[in-house]
């Protein structure tokens, strides 16, 4: 594509593109996939798209790298900070060429706890800069971040009429009057802004190596020992850190964006101050590091820093005791005997260990070889409780709402691919089926027997399409059919090839007769 869009500052790979599609007065998606990727399978992703090796192509040489484009105009360096090395390389393999979905696994956004943002959204007052400014509209990445709600200058964003992820997913489409309507903004609160200008902190940030997760582990629990918030030498006294959490922000901010529930073992907050075997999103980091910083000026630059100075030898052992004296056997047998009351009073090992940890902690230390042999004898199995799953009604029950919606769509020449998926879908149980399908013959075989295949799905599309120009007695060329059905000769299978050859003589021979 000749006189491809330069990206403005902070502006959307996704917008450029869309912007692009204007100028050149292209109407289908699908030529446009053509004229600027070559490939018409690109998906229009807003945050982290792939091909940018394509995209670099259309500018002259030298003008920008896969790193300039996706650390100026993309989401990815809010999550690049927060993932290993490796994968922050491999992620940028990914964006170079295409990755089918794996960066967004990659990088943990899939797992996310933070809302999704459901449209694309647009502050109207940087709209109106943008058209003084540059005589068009366009897309910034600042407005299209999970927990950041305003604008830093203007105000709250606001919502478009445009889907963050529509059902159409080829289609680049850039703001305009109709899709951004004027609105009144909501003047941010205090935290809205401080949010805001760490998020921009991190899109500002230069392409870098990023810290280990061993290293963002000794962070936290270095930060810990600072704040007092340690048990001894290592254990980190949680009930601390929730407060601190919580003199800081609200419940109500933490609800907001799924962050609440910090008293849980399993909660986010007690999995980032242990051993990192996973990603936390920049919110997390930000909520925590705030909280623990409290009163201090603090950057995303500085915090870097500290993290990547973290040594990495020895780092498993540096707050691990080492007992060389002999244990004192006057406190051992008192301790077992302790240890003992506990489980016959308790009859659980957990509820015993609940009540009292550090009588727990000082056999674990002094006497772990008695204390798992004593455990492995009082363990007790969980027996579930209620009555016995009876899979054969479960699958006839299942079986019945799939038939009676099979009844009201059968006609439906519109829905999407009826997918063994899809069919799930339709029940709301979708994991329990999926699980146990071995257990269901009877959804099995429905599913075997009405899921759609693609040369079912796109033979169907083209049956739609021919029906209806029969209906109106219309006599369309057949490229006009393929374009209706959203179809191409490159992606049609064989079958539906041979169905249209053959459907497409009959049709219009049959309309012809029809307006003699």
């Given at each position: 594509m000749?006189?491809?869009?330069?990206?403005?500052?902070?502006?959307?790979?996704?917008?450029?593109v869309a912007?692009?599609?204007?100028?050149?007065g292209?109407?289908?998606?699908?030529?446009?996939?053509?004229?600027?990727?070559?490939?018409r399978?690109?998906?229009?992703?807003?945050?982290?798209?792939?091909?940018?090796?394509?995209?670099?192509?259309?500018?002259p040489?030298?003008?920008y790298?896969?790193?300039?484009?996706?650390y100026?105009?993309?989401?990815?360096?809010?999550y690049?900070?927060?993932?290993?090395?490796?994968?922050?390389?491999?992620?940028?393999?990914?964006?170079?060429?295409q990755s089918q979905?794996?960066?967004?696994?990659?990088?943990?956004?899939?797992?996310?706890r933070?809302?999704?943002?459901?449209?694309?959204?647009?502050?109207p007052?940087?709209?109106d800069?943008?058209?003084?400014?540059?005589?068009?509209?366009?897309?910034?990445?600042?407005?299209?971040?999970q927990?950041?709600?305003?604008?830093?200058?203007?105000?709250?964003?606001?919502?478009?009429?445009?889907?963050?992820r529509p059902?159409?997913r080829?289609?680049?489409?850039?703001?305009?009057p109709?899709?951004?309507?004027?609105?009144?903004?909501?003047?941010p609160?205090?935290?809205?802004?401080?949010?805001?200008?760490?998020?921009?902190?991190l899109l500002?940030l230069?392409?870098q190596?990023?810290?280990?997760?061993?290293?963002?582990?000794?962070?936290?629990?270095?930060?810990?020992?600072?704040?007092?918030?340690?048990?001894?030498?290592?254990?980190?006294?949680?009930?601390?850190?929730?407060?601190?959490?919580?003199d800081?922000?609200?419940?109500?901010?933490?609800e907001?964006y799924?962050?609440?529930?910090?008293?849980?073992?399993?909660?986010?907050?007690?999995?980032i101050?242990?051993?990192h075997?996973?990603?936390?999103?920049?919110?997390?980091h930000i909520?925590?590091?705030?909280?623990m910083?409290?009163?201090?000026?603090?950057?995303?630059?500085?915090?870097l820093?500290?993290?990547?100075?973290?040594?990495l030898?020895?780092?498993?052992?540096?707050?691990q005791?080492?007992?060389?004296?002999?244990?004192?056997?006057?406190t051992?047998?008192?301790?077992?005997?302790?240890?003992?009351n506990?489980?016959?009073?308790y009859?659980c090992?957990?509820?015993?260990r609940t009540v009292?940890?550090a009588?727990?902690?000082?056999l674990?230390?002094?006497d772990?070889?008695w204390?798992?042999h004593?455990?492995?004898?009082?363990?007790?199995?969980?027996i579930p409780?209620?009555?016995k799953?009876?899979?054969?009604?479960?699958?006839i029950?299942?079986?019945?709402?799939?038939?009676?919606?099979?009844k009201?769509?059968?006609?439906?020449?519109?829905?999407?691919?009826?997918?063994?998926?899809?069919?799930?879908?339709?029940?709301s149980?979708v994991?329990m089926?999926?699980?146990?399908?071995?257990?269901?013959?009877?959804?099995?075989?429905?599913?075997?027997?009405?899921?759609?295949?693609?040369s079912?799905?796109?033979?169907?599309r083209?049956s739609?399409?021919?029906?209806e120009?029969?209906?109106?007695?219309?006599?369309?060329s057949?490229?006009?059919?393929l374009?209706?059905?959203?179809?191409?000769?490159?992606?049609?299978?064989?079958?539906?090839?041979r169905?249209?050859?053959i459907?497409?003589?009959?049709?219009?021979?049959?309309?012809?007769r029809?307006?003699?």
């Amino acid at each position: 594509m000749l006189n491809f869009p330069i990206p403005y500052p902070d502006e959307l790979i996704y917008s450029t593109v869309a912007r692009s599609k204007i100028r050149a007065g292209i109407t289908s998606p699908k030529q446009l996939l053509e004229d600027v990727f070559a490939n018409r399978k690109v998906i229009a992703t807003v945050d982290l798209p792939c091909h940018l090796s394509r995209l670099i192509e259309l500018y002259p040489s030298g003008h920008y790298d896969v790193n300039s484009l996706a650390y100026k105009h993309t989401l990815f360096p809010l999550y690049a900070p927060f993932i290993p090395e490796e994968r922050r390389q491999k992620c940028l393999e990914w964006m170079t060429e295409q990755s089918q979905g794996a960066i967004h696994l990659a990088i943990g956004k899939n797992a996310s706890r933070l809302p999704p943002i459901k449209f694309l959204r647009y502050c109207p007052l940087c709209l109106d800069e943008q058209l003084s400014n540059y005589g068009e509209w366009y897309w910034s990445r600042l407005w299209q971040i999970q927990g950041l709600t305003c604008c830093l200058r203007h105000g709250s964003l606001i919502d478009s009429s445009l889907e963050y992820r529509p059902k159409s997913r080829h289609d680049f489409i850039a703001p305009n009057p109709y899709n951004c309507k004027a609105n009144i903004q909501i003047s941010p609160n205090e935290n809205s802004v401080f949010i805001g200008g760490k998020i921009n902190e991190l899109l500002q940030l230069p392409s870098q190596a990023s810290p280990t997760y061993a290293q963002w582990s000794e962070f936290y629990k270095k930060t810990a020992s600072d704040n007092d918030c340690l048990r001894g030498l290592k254990h980190i006294h949680y009930d601390k850190v929730i407060d601190k959490i919580k003199d800081r922000w609200s419940d109500s901010f933490l609800e907001q964006y799924n962050l609440h529930h910090l008293e849980k073992e399993t909660s986010w907050l007690h999995g980032i101050f242990r051993k990192h075997r996973k990603s936390f999103s920049y919110l997390e980091h930000i909520i925590v590091i705030e909280a623990m910083f409290i009163g201090k000026d603090w950057s995303f630059q500085e915090i870097l820093r500290q993290v990547k100075a973290q040594k990495l030898e020895n780092l498993e052992h540096k707050y691990q005791e080492v007992y060389f004296n002999d244990i004192d056997h006057a406190t051992l047998m008192p301790n077992r005997n302790l240890w003992l009351n506990l489980l016959k009073e308790y009859k659980c090992i957990k509820s015993a260990r609940t009540v009292d940890q550090a009588l727990y902690a000082w056999l674990y230390r002094n006497d772990k070889a008695w204390l798992m042999h004593t455990n492995k004898k009082n363990h007790r199995y969980h027996i579930p409780e209620g009555t016995k799953i009876d899979w054969h009604q479960r699958d006839i029950k299942i079986v019945r709402s799939l038939i009676e919606k099979n009844k009201e769509i059968i006609w439906n020449m519109q829905t999407p691919r009826k997918s063994k998926k899809w069919w799930m879908q339709q029940t709301s149980s979708v994991s329990m089926i999926e699980k146990n399908l071995y257990k269901l013959p009877l959804v099995s075989a429905f599913l075997t027997r009405y899921s759609e295949d693609i040369s079912d799905y796109q033979i169907r599309r083209l049956s739609r399409v021919l029906i209806e120009s029969v209906y109106h007695k219309e006599t369309l060329s057949r490229w006009i059919v393929l374009r209706k059905a959203k179809l191409s000769d490159e992606r049609m299978t064989k079958e539906t090839e041979r169905f249209l050859d053959i459907s497409y003589d009959l049709v219009y021979k049959k309309i012809k007769r029809t307006n003699i």
